[in-house]
């Protein structure tokens, strides 16, 4: 991508950079607020929920 825009535009490098820097950031903060909820699980098998009556 960078490279055919490139052709339109000049990119100096320090924005490459900065670029890939908050991608990763990005990627991290979003997999770390994904991992509480993925890493619960479902419930154990044979466990009823509780009904409130």
Same mark, same amino acid.
């Given at each position: =991508?960078? &490279?055919?825009? *490139?052709?339109? !535009?000049? !990119?100096?490098? *320090?924005?490459?950079? =900065?670029? +890939?820097?908050? *991608? &990763?950031?990005?990627? !991290?903060?979003?997999? @770390?607020?994904? &991992? &509480? +909820?993925? *890493? ?6 044979? @466990? @009823?929920? @509780?009904?409130?009556?």
């Amino acid at each position: =991508m960078w &490279g055919a825009w *490139s052709v339109l !535009v000049p !990119v100096q490098a *320090s924005a490459l950079v =900065m670029h +890939a820097a908050l *991608s &990763g950031l990005v990627v !991290v903060l979003l997999a @770390r607020a994904a &991992g &509480g +909820a993925v *890493s619960a699980g479902p419930p154990p098998v044979g @466990r @009823r929920a @509780r009904t409130v009556t």
